[in-house]
């Protein structure tokens, strides 16, 4: 089974629709993250959190939400969504342990907004 | 402001050949720097980790140096391998925590 899991996996909706995204891991990790990734822009962090009441908005945090129901569950909401907000979305964790900052990514959302 | 630059332009190497892909960064002075690999339509996959102290990493037909000096990193595929086609990504913690800035990453091609 892996580690990091993210569901749906694709997703059409329609603009001002409210989507959510999920994000579970078993591998144990308190920090958590989401990236999203656009052709040309490379991964960018839209937010981050260090442990389940400690959350951190990222370099393009506009238009979304999080919520860290547990230490295994990170959620990333689209209020109202908007074109320019398709993107292949990703899910990571990572340990906060020196010499363990490596991240380990979940196999992605793609989404589709129309 | 952070910056972290790839080559944008695809690198096509031979099979057996060695790949060498470059990382420069400004503005920053990181801890450490990683590297990732990542297949078409799938996450990133750790594959090293170096720290500023350290010159170079090795693990098995991957060689990692970074030169805090040059603000820069090299990442090298000995004998390459048609398998070793991905995008390969660099990535720098951001000075805040954990959270890591990524480059654009450069794409490799090895053909047999």
């Known amino acids: 089974d892996a580690d990091v899991t993210q569901t749906p996996r694709n997703r059409i909706t329609k603009t001002g629709k409210r989507i959510m995204l999920e994000c579970s891991q078993t591998?144990?990790?308190?920090?958590m993250y989401w990236y999203r990734q656009d052709p040309g822009l490379g991964l960018r962090l839209i937010y981050y959190s260090f442990d389940v009441k400690d959350i951190n908005k990222g370099e393009i945090s506009d238009g979304y939400s999080v919520s860290r129901q547990a230490q295994a569950k990170f959620s990333l909401s689209l209020e109202s969504a908007i074109p320019n907000q398709t993107a292949l979305y990703f899910c990571?964790?990572?340990?906060?342990?020196?010499?363990?900052?490596?991240?380990?990514f979940g196999p992605g959302t793609r989404l589709l907004v129309l | 402001s952070q910056k972290i630059e790839q080559n944008s332009e695809a690198l096509n190497i031979q099979e057996g050949k060695t790949a060498t892909l470059t990382c420069n960064y400004t503005?920053?002075?990181?801890?450490?720097l990683q590297w990732y690999r990542q297949d078409p339509g799938r996450g990133p996959v750790f594959l090293l980790l170096?720290?500023?102290?350290?010159k170079e990493k090795r693990k098995e037909r991957l060689k990692v140096t970074f030169d805090t000096t040059l603000k820069q990193s090299l990442f090298h595929i000995t004998a390459s391998q048609p398998a070793d086609s991905a995008t390969y990504l660099c990535a720098l913690d951001r000075n805040s925590g954990y959270a890591l800035n990524f480059g654009k990453g450069t794409s490799l091609l090895v053909t047999p």
């Open positions: 591998k144990g990790h308190d920090r």
């Open positions: 170096i720290r500023e102290n350290e």
């Open positions: 990571a964790t990572s340990r906060s342990l020196l010499g363990q900052e490596t991240q380990y």
């Open positions: 503005n920053y002075s990181p801890a450490y």
